[in-house]
Nanobody
Framework: QVQLVESGGGSVPVGGSVRLSCQVSRNNYCNHDLNWYRQGPGSEREFVAGILADGSTRYLDSNEGRFAITWDNFKNTLDLQINNLRPEDTAMYYC??????????????????????????WGQGTLVAVSQ
């Protein structure tokens, strides 16, 4: 129902920037909360940034303005910009889509509805390695 493919990771020097992209394949009528998580070496997975279905965004409390999450409606991609990279940013970054089951009407005056499945989908991840 939903497939996520991350890209854009790589080796980046301290102080540099990286822009990650998550290609989202889904029913275009279905809305989801879209998130970026990361998991560093020997660490548990943690939330980085997210966009709710209503378009609102949230970030790590400690993001200090270094993160920016955006949704490209034309490309169907969820992007994460990280500036002023630090060694502790080194991690595998994962794209995540979450949503409850819902039923949405199609078009003005349409009696047809599309069923949006409950979703908790994850991509394979893209690695960001920040040099010291």
């Amino acid at each position: 129902q939903v497939q996520l493919v991350e890209s854009g990771g790589g080796s980046v020097p301290v102080g540099g920037s990286v822009r990650l992209s998550c290609q989202v394949s889904r029913n275009n009528y279905c809305n989801h909360d879209l998130n970026w998580y990361r998991q560093g070496p020997g660490s548990e997975r943690e939330f980085v940034a997210g966009i709710l279905a209503d378009g609102s965004t949230r970030y790590l409390d400690s993001n200090e303005g270094r993160f920016a999450i955006t949704w490209d409606n034309f490309k169907n991609t969820l992007d994460l910009q990280i500036n002023n990279l630090r060694p502790e940013d080194t991690a595998m970054y994962y794209c995540n889509a979450v949503g409850l089951e819902s039923f949405r009407a199609l078009g003005p005056g349409s009696a047809m509805r599309v069923r949006c499945e409950a979703v908790d989908a994850w991509g394979q991840g893209t690695l960001v390695a920040v040099s010291q």
